[in-house]
Nanobody, 122 residues
Framework: QLQFVESGGGLVQPGGSLTLSCTAS????????IGWFRQPPGKLTEGVSC????????YFDDSVKGRFTISRDNAKNTVYLHMTRLELSDTAIYYC???????????????WGQGTSVTVSS
């Protein structure tokens, strides 16, 4: 099976930090750009961040810019989303997916995982 497995979600307080992991299952992710997406309750899925194959400046949505960072560890076949200064609006199910390049439409990303739930609440 070719898919991602997301993990690391949970309940955190506003202003807190959390790191999500995206691990490839059935393939290696070092040949792909990896994007993080999220679906808030009752809303459509939106792009959060994307990391290129070989470094460079990653993409961040304006809503998370300056608060989130993204990294990859190809040896572990994993991409991370480091979230800090979390806000109530960050509550969502977070997904990762792969594409040939970050500058692609959401529909062009594949190998979507099952998602991991992040709840920001006091």
């Amino acid at each position: 099976q070719l898919q991602f497995v997301e993990s690391g979600g949970g309940l955190v307080q506003p202003g807190g930090s959390l790191t999500l992991s995206c691990t490839a299952s059935g393939f290696t992710l070092d040949s792909y750009a990896i994007g993080w997406f999220r679906q808030p309750p009752g809303k459509l899925t939106e792009g959060v961040s994307c990391i290129y194959k070989n470094g460079g400046t990653p993409y961040f949505d304006d809503s998370v810019k300056g608060r989130f960072t993204i990294s990859r560890d190809n040896a572990k076949n994993t991409v991370y989303l480091h979230m800090t200064r979390l806000e109530l609006s960050d509550t969502a199910i977070y997904y990762c997916a792969a594409a040939t390049h970050c500058q692609r439409a959401q529909s062009e990303f594949g190998h979507w995982g099952q998602g991991t739930s992040v709840t920001v609440s006091s």
